[in-house]
């Protein structure tokens, strides 16, 4: 993002309606079942000098 090189942005997002729950329900989903396998941080951050 800082013109360096490949950057990639990965969102977590709810769709309630076809899930059929709420926009509440769909969250603490998101949170419980989701993010244990999709954790979320940066994975790989390069500083600009080092490989």
Do not use: Q, Y
Request: aromatic share 8%; proline share 6%; glycine share 8%.
């Amino acid at each position: 993002m800082n013109h360096e090189g490949f950057s990639l942005v990965e969102v977590l997002s709810s769709c309630n309606v076809g899930w059929k729950m709420t926009p509440v329900d769909a969250l603490v989903h998101i949170k419980e079942k989701m993010v244990p396998i999709f954790p979320l941080g940066v994975f790989k951050e390069r500083k600009h000098g080092n490989n």
